[in-house]
């Protein structure tokens, strides 16, 4: 492997001109609901209502997709069951024993928002709808949700069918973070083996460095989008529930993001200075910053540390911006002494 450069940042304190990322809620939200989370770090750049239970159409089928990734050989020819024909809803019109692969029908999950084809993924995953609503409640509790249930793979109404933007945010970041998932849900326009689909997410054609995810609607559950969007080495995934104007109101709250705060990344072999001796962060260090204020980056040796060899624990990285710790994180010799 080649070796990378290292650069020593000493003990004192550095200062920046950076921020930490803080949490806003704006008041001109259209939305019942919404929230905006960095990819990487989950850190909140802006919320509004963003625990309320609320029905979330067919944004549920992020969960759907997910688990068929993971779980699933996406080139296996399947047959249509006679459950996924003529589901209510929005469709992409399968036919009884009709021959389809997982692939097109995870495209034409989250391209056309098809519920047939949800059904059909459903039952082919888990032996039926019920018991792969079992997998997506399971799968909602290991991600982290605190505040979702899912009764269908679809998002059709059911007073037992709800989430929250924070909980849908998690939801969303967790998916974008595998690359089938993001490859699918980017795709403006696609042609398989045995249908092809464009993509109903006007977010992809409108907005700059758009990359995902899923549109939703029911009478119920009124507009929801979830977006994400990648500027300048950051990620934003906004989600709004029950908003009029989606489109639009995800727009403004990513400009918003875009332009307030910034990623920060550390590599694991950027060295510091503690002590004379020199250190560095055991894996790499994200954390998102607003671009108006200063940080300042300090480095706190440990006292009385004797015969250091490579590896041991010898200062402490603290990242803070004016009399507010962002983080703190150990730092390791990279030397003997």
Request: proline share 2%; with cysteine; aromatic share 6%.
């Amino acid at each position: 492997m080649a070796k990378k450069s290292l650069f020593i940042i000493c003990a004192a304190t550095v200062v920046l001109t950076l921020a930490l990322g803080i949490r806003t809620a704006n008041a001109e939200s259209s939305s019942k609901a919404e929230i905006a989370m960095e990819l990487s770090t989950g850190a909140v750049l802006e919320e509004s209502n963003a625990d309320q239970k609320l029905p979330m159409a067919s944004t549920t089928k992020i969960m759907t997709a997910i688990i068929i990734i993971e779980e699933n050989d996406l080139d296996e020819v399947i047959v249509v069951p006679d459950a996924a024909v003529g589901v209510e809803g929005s469709s992409i019109y399968l036919k009884k024993e009709e021959q389809i692969d997982v692939r097109d029908l995870l495209y034409g999950l989250m391209l056309r928002s098809g519920n047939d084809s949800a059904a059909a993924l459903a039952i082919h995953n888990g032996g039926s709808v019920e018991n792969f609503v079992e997998k997506m409640n399971e799968k909602a509790k290991e991600i982290g949700t605190v505040n979702t249930h899912f009764t269908n793979p679809s998002g059709l109404p059911d007073s037992e069918h709800y989430t929250t933007a924070r909980d849908l945010c998690a939801i969303a970041r967790y998916a974008m973070q595998n690359s089938t998932f993001r490859e699918v849900v980017s795709t403006k326009s696609y042609k398989g083996k045995f249908k092809s689909f464009s993509n109903k997410n006007k977010m992809l054609y409108n907005y700059d460095g758009a990359n995902g995810i899923k549109t939703g609607y029911t009478v119920k559950a009124g507009r929801c989008l979830v977006s994400s969007a990648e500027k300048s080495g950051m990620d934003v995934i906004c989600v709004v529930l029950n908003s009029p104007d989606m489109y639009l109101r995800s727009e403004q709250i990513l400009d918003n993001c875009f332009e307030r705060y910034k990623l920060v990344h550390v590599d694991e072999n950027f060295a510091f200075m503690s002590d004379k001796v020199l250190c560095k962060l055991s894996k790499p260090l994200n954390f998102v910053v607003e671009k108006t204020k200063n940080l300042n980056i300090k480095v706190v040796p440990y006292e009385n540390l004797k015969n250091i060899k490579v590896g041991d624990l010898v200062a402490k990285l603290e990242i803070s911006t004016q009399n507010n710790l962002i983080l703190s994180e150990n730092l390791y010799s990279i030397i003997s002494r």
